[in-house]
């Protein structure tokens, strides 16, 4: 029974196992075996078999702020790299992401890696709006015109914040500015009716209901400038997660780290 138990925990085993986890998507369970198989036989896959896995794991389960945690301190390498510089990309950090691409590309001979590299800095330079350098396009973007051209015309309809702000102080304006006729039209007419409201219990002298109101008018309208200017801003993020998705779907990024896994990860070392 001892043995057969042994048996149960042997190496082969193990990996065999937590390469079952990965194909069936259950990426913490194979995590939990991964880490038993350095615990109990360190050493019997290599380091970067190990640490290109255990990055393809967090990332595959969205646990994107632990992987440069994981990496602090230690070369990553250029098969790490890459899964280092897309979680950067999921964070929104595309300085960090930029800068790893940067380092790991300069260093890499792999045909593979480099091409890998070279989008992921394309990416975030279009993600950005970085396309030039010295007012010339850079290197990694000359062959995604069309690209840049949908980047451009895309970003040519964003909408400025503070114009939508300043637009408010017209009920409705800066709703109707930013794309919202909806709501713009329902606070005009909300405002001009408690305005007409407060107007007329002054006139009457009908105090209270006059001061009422008025701060509901005052409530109302504020609102209005604050709406414009924080609808302006989700207009222009849609813009951006637009632009973002052409990008991707253009730059052909998601099968990339599937990619990494099976020539660097555990299931490439053949036991």
Known sequence: ????????????????????LVEKGEYYRAWTELRRLESYYPGYISRENFDVTALYLMYK????????????????????????TDSFI??????????????????CSDDMLSEFYSRRKAYISIATGDIYKD???????????????????????RK???LAALLGVFPGAGYIYSGDEGTGFVAMTVIAVFGAVTYGSYENGIEPLAILSGAVTL??????????????KKYNTVIDHMIEKKARSVLALDNDIDRIYIRFGISSNGK
Do not use: W
């Open 160 to 162: 400025s914040p503070a």
């Open 1 to 20: 029974a001892a043995s057969d138990q042994t048996d149960n925990y042997s190496p082969e085993k193990i990996l065999l196992f937590t390469g079952y």
């Open 61 to 84: 389960g969205k646990r994107y702020a632990e992987i440069p945690e994981f990496v602090s301190g230690k070369d990553a390498g250029c098969a790490a790299g890459i899964i280092v």
């Open 90 to 107: 999921m964070l929104g950090d595309y300085n960090s992401g930029f800068s790893y691409a940067e380092k790991y590309s300069a260093v």
């Open 219 to 232: 409530f109302f309208y504020g609102g209005n400038i604050a709406g414009g200017y924080l609808e302006a």
């Open 135 to 157: 007012g010339i396009l850079k290197p990694e973007l000359s062959g995604y015109r069309e690209l840049i051209q949908y980047r451009d015309r895309m970003h040519d309809t």
